[in-house]
């Protein structure tokens, strides 16, 4: 059974980095699909950052791309965020997930959701 | 960038009731579509991908079905379980990957 858990610091302060990495068990990231993260405002709905291939190709969401990177390490079976310059805007819930596409490639869903955790940026 | 819309916001229903949610896409999407129910202080969880295919383990009372760009995630009998919030999702057209707002069911 797939699984995955995020983890990382729960409180970060405006215009420092955010950091969180995702721990994938019962799959390896090596054996296909996409890896990425969505994110949740308090009270609010989802938005997605961006996912990665094992072989580290990576697509980010246009509205965050200058400030994400995705990375991934297929030897500890793990992949991280890293989102720089943050802002109160940043403060959510963050969720990985495994991305999966029924024909095989292109069209990706989520399938497998971590628990999320909690980032507050403070000023 | 493709927006997604759903309504109602809000959905009154008592439990035994047909629940009729909505998802509607700014452009053609094909059946590119998924379906996610997030109860409070979980994740969300895939209840139907490419507009009508339900994921491993829901149950058969959760249908989806497609219309143009119209989307709809019907829930037959509802169950004490299936008040949550709705979510929609395309993926025909990315990036970015977009959900709707969410439609919350609630009592």
């Known amino acids: 059974q797939v699984q995955l858990q995020e983890s990382g610091p729960g409180l970060v302060k405006s215009s420092e980095t955010l950091s969180l990495t995702c721990v994938v068990s019962?799959?390896?990231?090596?054996?296909?699909?996409?890896w990425g993260w969505i994110r949740q405002p308090p009270g609010k709905g989802l938005e997605w950052i961006g996912f990665?291939?094992?072989?580290?190709?990576?697509y980010y969401n246009p509205s965050l791309k200058s400030r994400v990177t995705i990375s991934v390490d297929t030897s500890k079976n793990e992949f991280s965020l890293s989102l720089t310059s943050v802002t109160a805007a940043d403060t959510a819930i963050y969720f990985c997930?495994?991305?999966?596409?029924?024909?095989?490639?292109?069209?990706?869903?989520?399938?497998?959701w971590g628990k999320g955790t909690t980032v507050i940026v403070s000023s | 960038e493709i927006v997604m819309t759903q309504s109602p916001a809000t959905l009154s229903v008592s439990p035994g009731d047909r629940a009729t949610l909505s998802c509607r896409a700014s452009?053609?999407?094909?059946?590119?579509l998924a379906w996610y129910q997030q109860k409070p202080g979980q994740s969300p969880r895939l209840l139907i991908y490419d507009a009508s295919t339900r994921a491993t383990g829901v149950p058969a009372r959760f249908s989806g079905s497609a219309s143009g760009t119209d989307f709809t995630l019907t829930i037959d009998s509802l169950q004490s379980e299936d008040f949550a919030v709705y979510y929609c999702q395309q993926y025909n057209d990315w990036p970015p990957l977009t959900f709707g707002p969410g439609t919350k069911v609630d009592v």
């Open positions: 990665i291939f094992h072989t580290g190709s990576s």
């Open positions: 019962g799959h390896s990231i090596s054996s296909g699909n996409y």
């Open positions: 452009q053609l999407i094909g059946t590119k």
């Open positions: 997930a495994r991305h999966v596409s029924s024909t095989g490639h292109y069209y990706y869903h989520m399938d497998v």
